[in-house]
């Protein structure tokens, strides 16, 4: 395992031409596969990615969460200014709960990029649900999960928990735990899906043992571990791995070994999310998450008026470690998508 301070595996020293300014990848590279991380930002950039809602948070505290397609599209380009280069959204209906009907989705893309480039990253979770007849909180199914995959306009980007777990998220207003069960076919589907329409896929990382059952599904055939786009997203809290540095630090270092060219982003909840946001800096990360679906909480313990806030005070920490906010080509590029 590499030390806080040193280069990662493979990190790149600057903006480079292929195979100069790169240090050896964590494994051999695969006979006829370019070696190293020669599609990473120059080491003074890191992506920026706002989760502005969630499925279940709420205004509380004096912070105000946008829940309505022209709300939502108004607050990703405020975050855009302030130096987000991704926004991460979910849609709510009319009553301001969770939904999945994918014609709220479309409107709410089609508000967002009426006011900003900023790229677009739908949940696939969609949210809890509570069942009018039991009272019980339940996920939704794989189908309309997978439903989520065909929005028109289409969005940019796309996500999938990695792993099962028993989701708690008392920081984004979950009210309690609740099964997450992302079975074998709803992840081998999305994967093929999204590869297939040229897109990046961020994959949640509950515990260490999710980079596993993915190294698994590549060694099948079901996917390349040696994309260029290949997206870890390590999590602390969510009712998985705890957010306690040491078990993070172990899953970014076990997802390079297995994933040398990965994209490796972090994220956590309530009062551990700027934790982890500097924790994610300080080990050269190249992808920060904060936002209201995770927590209202600034680096302080203050609350958030809005997801404003938080994306500039990514930024202002970012700055300690030299690092400036990716622009959103740069980021597109990063995700190999093509340009807009």
Request: charged fraction near 25%; hydrophobic fraction near 40%; glycine fraction near 10%.
């Amino acid at each position: 395992m590499y030390q806080l301070g040193e280069a990662r595996p493979g990190k790149r020293i600057a903006s480079c031409p292929a195979g100069k300014g790169q240090t050896a990848s964590a494994r051999p590279a695969t006979p006829g596969r370019k070696s190293g991380r020669e599609c990473m930002l120059a080491d003074n950039k890191v992506i920026i990615t706002v989760a502005i809602n969630g499925g279940m948070q709420q205004d509380r505290d004096g912070c105000v969460v946008p829940k309505q397609p022209a709300e939502i599209g108004e607050a990703a380009a405020r975050c855009y200014e302030a130096g987000a280069a991704m926004v991460h959204f979910h849609a709510r209906g009319p009553d301001g709960k969770n939904s999945g009907d994918k014609a709220i989705y479309a409107e709410a893309i089609r508000e967002i990029r009426a006011r900003s480039p900023i790229l677009v990253q739908t949940t696939n979770g969609i949210g809890v649900r509570r069942d009018p007849a039991t009272g019980q909180l339940h996920w939704p199914s794989d189908e309309e999960r997978l439903g989520i995959l065909s929005i028109d306009p289409p969005q940019d980007l796309f996500g999938i928990a990695a792993g099962s777990a028993d989701f708690y998220n008392p920081g984004g207003n979950y009210p309690g735990e609740t099964p997450y069960v992302n079975s074998p076919e709803l992840l081998k589907s999305t994967i093929k899906s999204v590869y297939a329409r040229g897109s990046a896929l961020e994959y949640e990382v509950v515990e260490a043992s999710a980079l596993h059952r993915l190294l698994r599904y590549a060694n099948e055939g079901i996917f390349d571990r040696d994309r260029d786009n290949m997206w870890l997203l390590h999590g602390g809290g969510f009712g998985a791995t705890p957010a306690i540095a040491r078990n993070v630090i172990f899953s970014i270092d076990e997802g390079l070994r297995l994933f040398p060219k990965a994209i490796v982003g972090v994220t956590a909840t309530g009062r551990d999310m700027f934790r982890f946001v500097t924790l994610g800096l300080a080990m050269d990360c190249d992808l920060v998450r904060v936002g209201l679906e995770d927590s209202i909480h600034m680096p302080d313990g203050s609350v958030a008026r809005d997801n404003t806030d938080m994306v500039r005070a990514a930024a202002e920490i970012a700055a300690i470690y030299g690092a400036k906010p990716a622009t959103v080509e740069e980021a597109r590029a990063r995700f190999g998508l093509k340009s807009a």
